[in-house]
């Protein structure tokens, strides 16, 4: 066999090998896409079929609801405002080139699973408008390209973890309407150079959250003015009941000398 015929043989094994690699599943994506489902209460409002978990991608097309490839891997999952039930599995983390994570506006529960740390070509995460519990995972820093951290209108409590304003790349930020507390991290509203700082429309709706650029908090105590009130009220009180007291005596003074003037003209003799 001359080295003409070598080579060829050679190019024909690795374009069968390419064809077979893109026409294989591969183990991780199809782990991260059969765990979603088992994670979620109503897959079927997804009409995904298991059997298409196995090849999940046909090089940029999928056969997967909400689903986008690119090089035979999964890269985006839109699943937005399908009413959704169940929890954010953490078994996503196995999808290692996602870079678009979507779960917006559905009923999903429970907490943001800190194994989202793995997705590190994560550039957008929304899991904004539903009902996660538990507290803002600080491991979402591991993701270093997020641009994008939509959090709003959740139940999600705790601080909001200061490491995530050491996401360089973050220029939209959004965690309004949960139950958060405690101070609002300077590294997310004073940021030096020409990182993006949040103003108060991240940060609104959370009752015990503080800080800059929220307005400072009511104070829990009286007022100035209902304390100057009750002052005012106090000392007309004391002023009413003194002068009450004043007639009072008045009156006494006034009967007990008519009785004593009575008593001195009954003994004085007539002229």
């Known amino acids: 066999m001359d080295v003409g015929r070598v080579v060829l043989v050679l190019l024909l094994l690795c374009v069968m090998w390419i064809q077979i690699q893109l026409c294989s599943s591969d183990p991780s994506d199809e782990a991260c896409l059969t765990q979603l489902s088992k994670s979620l209460q109503d897959p079927n409002r997804l009409n995904w079929k298991q059997e298409n978990f196995a090849k999940p991608c046909n090089d940029s097309t999928s056969n997967l609801q909400g689903a986008i490839c690119n090089n035979g891997r ?14 954010i599995s953490p078994f996503l983390a196995n999808c290692t080139n996602l870079q678009a994570l979507d779960l917006s506006s559905n009923f999903l529960t429970g907490p943001i699973p800190p194994d989202l740390q793995s997705l ?7 899991l904004s408008a539903n009902r996660l519990e538990g507290e803002i995972p600080p491991q979402l820093t591991m993701c270093a390209y997020l641009n994008i951290i939509d959090l709003h209108q959740n139940l999600l409590t705790g601080p909001i973890p200061q490491q995530l304003g050491l996401l360089v790349r973050l220029s939209a930020f959004d965690v309004s309407n949960n139950r958060l507390a405690g101070p609002i991290p300077s590294s997310l509203t004073n940021r030096s150079g020409n990182l993006p700082r949040f103003n108060a429309s991240s940060f609104v ?6 800080g800059y650029p929220l307005p400072p908090l009511r104070s829990k105590g009286l007022s100035i003015l209902a304390i100057v009130g009750i002052g005012l009220g106090s000392g007309l009180a004391s002023l009413v009941l003194s002068f009450t007291g004043v007639c009072i005596w008045l009156k006494v003074t006034d009967r007990k000398m008519a009785q004593e003037e009575g008593k001195i003209s009954h003994l004085m003799p007539d002229y």
């Open 120 to 126: 590190v070509n994560l550039a957008v995460l929304n």
């Open 74 to 87: 999964i890269y985006k999952l839109s699943l937005n405002n399908l009413a959704l039930h169940g929890t």
């Open 205 to 210: 709706g959370n009752k015990d959250l503080y």
